[in-house]
């Protein structure tokens, strides 16, 4: 099979009839061959219907209906898992995604060997509130992760097989899948430049509150790339260090103690000074840091089943 189509979705029984007749003309017009697979992701209105009606007349479709909504991330995770096709796509359902871009997408992965291609929204047809934010955010991201991609929360993105299947995409890790493939050993990543079509259905379903989300989820996926493996390392290396300077700040302040107390001075406690208890904060917050890089030492040697949702129907 050439390719996968994935499209997680919420809410957009609206546009999937005209999503799905886009894309059917662009693949008969290339001779793909290929598999659409919509992730519904909990959607209160009648989204799962319109995909089985889409599917009673078309062979390529399959469908994965989540019992509430749990996000992207475990709609795209659930989708590359069935993913079948040499190259996967992932595009969002809501029509601001070309399916026109899908054969360019495919070339750049089958003959130019990228491992991931990731659109660029370079115009977009979004309020300011929006864009200023996205900029900030992708701007941090391309510092953190040492990618240049302009636009890390594209929808719109095309992989080899390989890298989907060798990636684990939970919480609300969808926007840092590049990161996430580098991390993996894919480091042939490239951009092209898409279009973005104002919204035609329905509204967004994201506010404010995912830029905040994302950068704690950045800050998480640096930290366990360089730590997550190895918690010891940070944790032990800076509680050593900070158990360290409690202890020989205490022997100091012991030591200026006997001083005083050998040239008579009537406040020989060592309780007096504020200093013998910054000392034993040190060494006790050393003690705690080492005891976490432990315990998080004996924790990543078990798997955590992170990616295990309730899945209603599935055709």
């Known amino acids: ?45 009648n989204s799962w219907e319109v995909i089985e009606r889409l599917k009673a007349r078309s062979p390529f479709i399959k469908g994965i209906k989540f019992r509430r909504n749990y996000g992207k991330s475990p709609g795209l995770h659930c989708g590359f898992e069935r993913a079948q096709g040499d190259v996967i796509i992932t595009m969002d359902a809501d029509l601001q995604d070309s399916p026109d871009e899908i054969p360019e997408l495919y070339r750049m992965i089958m003959e130019d060997g990228y491992d991931l291609v990731s659109g660029w929204k370079k115009k977009r047809y979004d309020p300011i509130s929006k864009t200023i934010p996205t900029k900030l955010f992708n701007a941090t991201a391309r510092k953190f992760s040492g990618i240049k991609l302009h636009d890390f929360n594209c929808g719109l993105k095309a992989y080899k097989n390989i890298v989907i299947k060798n990636i684990e995409v939970y919480n609300d890790m969808h926007r840092y899948i590049p990161y996430l493939a580098k991390i993996a050993g894919f480091n042939k990543i490239g951009e092209k430049v898409v279009k973005h079509q104002a919204r035609k259905y329905g509204t967004t379903k994201f506010g404010l509150s995912r830029f905040v989300n994302g950068y704690l989820d950045l800050i998480t996926l640096w930290f366990t790339s360089r730590f997550g493996r190895k918690p010891m390392h940070f944790f032990g290396l800076w509680g050593s260090v900070m158990f360290f300077i409690g202890f020989i700040a205490l022997i100091v302040v012991l030591g200026m103690k006997m001083a005083s107390l050998y040239a008579g001075d009537p406040r020989p406690l060592v309780t007096s000074s504020p200093y013998f208890y910054i000392s034993l904060t040190a060494m006790i917050m050393g003690t705690q840091m080492f005891l976490a890089g432990f315990l998080g030492e004996l924790i990543s040697r078990s798997d955590s089943k992170r990616n295990q949702y309730k899945i209603e129907a599935e055709i």
Not at 4 to 25: F, G, H, K, T
Not at 31 to 42: C, P, R, S
């Open 1 to 45: 099979m050439d390719i996968s189509l994935v499209i997680p979705l919420y809410n957009e029984a609206e546009s999937l009839p005209e999503l799905y007749a886009w894309i059917e003309r662009v693949m008969k017009a290339n001779n793909f061959t290929y598999e659409v697979i919509f992730v519904n992701d909990g959607s209160t209105d």
